[in-house]
C-alpha cells in the first residue's frame, strides 16, 4: 500500500494548509495536526506511521518544530517493507538533526541494511549514511561500504562511491583504505560511477598527501584519457546537453585534474593538450559548454606555467567579459580575480570593461567588479579609477552606497599619492555617502588632516563649503565640525590660502551657524552634538566677538533631554560665562598633532585598549572638560554595543582625540606656571552647576582611579623608559594632580600606596590538579591585568590534551595566549598560559572569571570547572 | 600535517541546501546537505527568498551572494528553484543541474508545477537523492534518476 497516493488525509491537511488565508491560521492547522499526530504515535499503530511521518516532513518544510517524529523514523526504518524504509529513512535525513544518542540508535540498523538481499534496500541506507553521518557511524560502517563500492550493481557503487566521501570527510585516518578503491572507480564506463569516482578521489587528494601523490602517478594519463573520449564521444542522447556530453563529468575531471596538476610540472604537462582541445573546442554559444570552459579555464591557471595555455584562458575570460549573458559575465570578473594573481597586464588591459560592470543595473555584477577593481588598483592607475568611482557614486543606488565607498575609501587610504589628494577625495566620498561611512574612516581622515598642518585652512574652507550642501551626511558633518571649532580662525581669515582655491567670506557668525546647525537638527546623533558642543566652546576662544552667541546656543542645551549633553552645556556655559580670562589658556587650544601611528596600530585592531591610550585619559585633568564629557558620552554607547568592535575602537579614538591633546597640553603646562591655573579651573568645574551629587562623586572616583593608576605608572617609569616620550613629560604633573584629588576625594585609594604589586593567588585546587595566578600590570593601563596562569599536576598520572578555557562577565574582557603546552608530566608537571584580562569598570568592580579544564588522563576525557573569585581587590 | 587535515576537514562541501519556492515566497521543498537549526533554516530562506525575488528583471544574473553562500536561482513559470552553494562552486554548471533537475521532474510529472511538488513531497525527495548525495552529484542521467522510482510505483 503506498501511503501517500491513498493517504487522504495528508491531501487533506495540505489543502486546509494551503487555505490558509494568514500566518496565524497556518500555524493553527499545524499545531492542530501536530497534536493529531503526537496522539497517533501513542497509539503505536505501524500502519499510521508513514502517513504522520510524511506530514511531519511537510510541516518541518514549513519550518515547524517536529522532533516528536524521530523516533517514528527509526521505527520505520527498522520495519521489513521497502515502503517503510524508504520514507524512514528519507525522514530520518530530513527531520533528525545531529543529537549523536539518536543518530547512534540507527547504526546497527543501517549496517543490517548495508547487507540486506534486497540492493534497493542497500542503496536507501548508503544515501542516508552518505548524507547524514557521524565519524562515530563513519568509523563502524566503513568496511561495508568499502566493499559495496565493488558492488555488481553500478547504482550501487555510484552511491558507495560517495558514502565514501562523507566517510573520509569525517575521519580522515581511513583515507587510505579507500584509495585503491577508488582508482579502480576511475576505469569505469558507467557516468555515474565515474563521477562519483572521481568526486571519492578529489576528496582523498585533499585529505592525504600520499593518495594525492598515488593518482598523479597512477591515474593522470587515465583521466586525461577519460576526458579525451567523453570530449571526443559520439552523440549519447542519454548525456547530451546542447552539444557537449555529460558536462557535470566534464568538470568533475576538469576539477580532479586542476588538482593533480597543481603544484606538479610533470603531470601538468600531460595534461597541457587536452585542456588545449577543451579550451578551443567547446561551443560556447549555449550555458552547457560556458561552463565547462569556465572550469577549463579555472584549471589552467591552476596548474603549473603553461603560458601559451594561460593566454589562451585570458582571451576566453575577455570573451565571456563582454558577452551580454550577465551569468557569463560574472563568471568571467569572479575568475579574472584569480587571474590577476599571474597576469596583472593581461587584466589591467580589461579595465574600462570592468569598470563599467561596476555601474551595472545588476547587483551581484557590481559587487563583484567592485572587488576587481580594488585589486587592479596601482599607484599609477589610482587616480583616474578613484575618479571614476566617485563620480559613480554620485548616482549609484543608495543600497549601492555603502559598498562603494568603503572600497573607494579604503583604495585612496592605500596609494594616495598626497595629502591634499587624499583630503579631497575624502571629502568628495562624505559629502556623497557621508551616512555610509564607517567611524574609522573619518577618524583616519581626522588623524590625516591633523597632521597636515600646510593644509589646515585649505580644508576648513572645503568643508566648510561642502556641509552647507551636504549638510545631511553624518559624517561629513562630524569632521566639518572638529575642523570648525579647531581652525575656525583660519576659515574666518582666510589663512593659508591655495593657489587652487576661490577666495571665500565667511564670518564668524557663519562658523557657529553651522555647528548650531548640526547641535540643533533632529537626526544628528549623540557624538555629532557632543562634538558640536565642544567646537562651539573651542569657537568661543578664537572668535571672541561672538562668544554671547555661542553662550545662547550652549545655553539651549541646557533643556536637552540627553543628561550628559545638559551637563556639559552647564559647565561650558559656566567656562564661557565665568572665566573669560582662562579661555585663553591651554583648555581650549588647538590639538597638536595626532600620532598617526598611534592610530593606525590601534584601528588594525591588535591592541584594542593600548597601553598609550589608557593614560591618556589621566594625564587630561587640565582640560578634562573636554575630555570627561566625549569619554562618558561614548562611554555610554559602547557599553551596550561592545558586540561591534569598530564603534568601540571609535570611542577609544576619540578619547583619544582628546587625550593626545590633553597630554602634551598639560606638558606644557607643567613648564610653564599655568598649573595653578588648570587646578583652580578643574575645582570649578567640579563644583559648579553640576546638578546631581551622585555623579559629581562619581566623576570623582574617576579622576581619582586615573590619577592613582598614573602614580602606579610614573613608578613603573623609573625602570622602563622606553615608554613614549609623552608619559615622562606627564609624570610630573601627574603627582600634582594625584594630590590635589586626595584632598578632595572622599576616600583616598588605598591601592596607589601599595604600589603596583599583587600577591599571587591559588585559584583552583582539586585532588588531581592546581592553578596558581600571578598577576602584573602593564605600564599606565591599570584597567589590563597580565595573569600568569600555572597549571600543576599533582595526581600521578600524565594529563595530555590540556585545554583551559574562561569565561567573564561582560564589562571584562579576556584574550587568552597559546598555553605552553597542552600535556602536563605527572607528579607536578607544569604548564604555564597567559591571560590577558581588560576591566573596564576598573576601580569599580573586581575581576571575576569561570572557567572549565578539559584533559585525557589515560585516554578518558576528564572535566573540571569552577569560579574564580579570589582575585585581589583592584585589579 | 595534522594542521593540513584540520583545514580540509572544514572544506568545501559543493552543494549545501536545495529550495523550491513559489512566487509567494513559500517554501514547497527544501534540501539542506549541512546541518542547520530550524530557526536558522528559516532566517536563511527567508533572506535568500526576498533577495532572489527582488531581482525579477529578465537581464539580471542568477547569481546572487548571501553570507558565505552564493545562491544560483532560475525561474520556472511560478516556481523558483535556488541552490545555495560554496564560493567556489562552478555557478554555471549549477544552473545546468536546475535544469537537469526541472527536466526530470518534467519527464515524471509530466510539465511538473508547484501542487506536483506540494502534492508528491516525497517523489520529490526520491528524485533529489537520486540526483545528489551530500552535496555532490550521484548521477546526470534522467532514465537512471527515476528508475528505481518508476521500479516502486509499478510495485504499488
Known sequence: MNPFSSSTRLRDMIRSIRACKTAAEERGVVRKECADIRASINENDPHDRHRNLAKLMFIHMLGYPTHFGQMECLKLIASPGFPEKRIGYLGLMLLLDERQEVLMLVTNSLKQDLNHTNQYVVGLALCALGNICSAEMARDLAPEVERLIQFRDPNIRKKAALCSTRIVRKVPDLAENFINAASSLLKEKHHGVLITGVQLCYELCTINDEALEFFRKKCTEGLIKTLRDITNSAYQPEYDVAGITDPFLHIRLLKLLRVLGHGDADASDLMTDILAQVATKTESNKNAGNAVLYECVETIMAIEDTSSLRVLAINILGRFLSNRDNNIRYVALNMLMKAIAFDDQAVQRHRVTILECVKDPDASIRKRALELVSLLVNENNVKQLTKELIDYLEISDEDFKEDLSAKICSIVEKFSPEKIWYIDQMLKVLSEAGKFVKDDVWHALIVVISNASELHGYTVRALYKAVLTYSEQETLVRVAIWCIGEYGDLLVNNVGMLGIEDPITVTECDAVDVVEDAITRHNSDMTTKAMALVALLKLSSRCPSISERIKDVILKQKGSLLLEMQQRAIEFNSIVERHKNIRWSSLVERMPVLDEATFNVRRAGSLPASVSTMAKPSVSIPNGVAAAPLVDLLDLDSDDILAAPSSSSGADFLQDLLGVDLGSSSAQSGATPTPKAGTDLLLDILSIGTPSPAQNSTSAIDLLSTADMNNNSSTALDTLSSSAPPHIATTASAGGMFDLLDGLSPSPSKEATNGPAYPPIVAYESSSLKIEFTFSKPTGNPQTTNVEATFINISPNTFTDFVFQAAVPKFLQLHLDPASSNALPANGGKVTQNLRVTNSQHGKKSLVMRMRIGYKVNGKDVLEEGQINNFPRGL | ?156
Not at chain 2, 559543493?14 to 534540501?31: C, D, E, P, S
Not at chain 2, 527567508?46 to 539580471?60: F, P, T
Not at chain 2, 562552478?90 to 544552473?95: F, P, Q, S
Request: proline fraction near 1%.
Open chain 2, 1 to 156: 600535517k595534522i594542521e593540513r587535515s584540520e583545514r580540509e576537514r572544514g572544506r568545501k562541501m559543493g552543494i549545501r541546501f536545495i529550495l523550491m519556492v513559489n512566487k509567494q515566497g513559500q517554501t514547497r521543498l527544501a534540501q539542506y546537505y549541512e546541518w542547520l537549526t530550524l530557526e536558522e533554516r528559516r532566517a536563511l530562506e527567508g533572506e535568500i527568498v526576498r533577495k532572489c525575488l527582488a531581482r525579477n528583471d529578465q537581464q539580471q544574473c542568477s547569481f546572487v551572494e548571501h553570507r558565505n553562500y552564493k545562491i544560483v536561482y532560475r525561474r520556472y513559470a511560478s516556481l523558483f528553484f535556488m541552490v545555495g552553494v560554496d564560493d567556489d562552486e562552478n555557478e554555471l554548471a549549477i544552473l545546468e543541474f536546475i535544469h537537469l533537475l526541472v527536466e526530470t521532474m518534467d519527464k515524471h510529472f509530466g510539465n511538473v508545477c508547484e501542487l506536483d511538488i506540494m502534492f508528491h513531497l516525497e517523489k520529490a525527495h526520491f528524485m533529489l537523492e537520486e540526483m545528489v548525495m551530500n552535496g555532490c552529484i550521484v548521477e546526470t542521467s534522467k532514465a537512471n534518476i527515476l528508475s528505481p522510482i518508476q521500479l516502486m510505483d509499478k510495485a504499488h
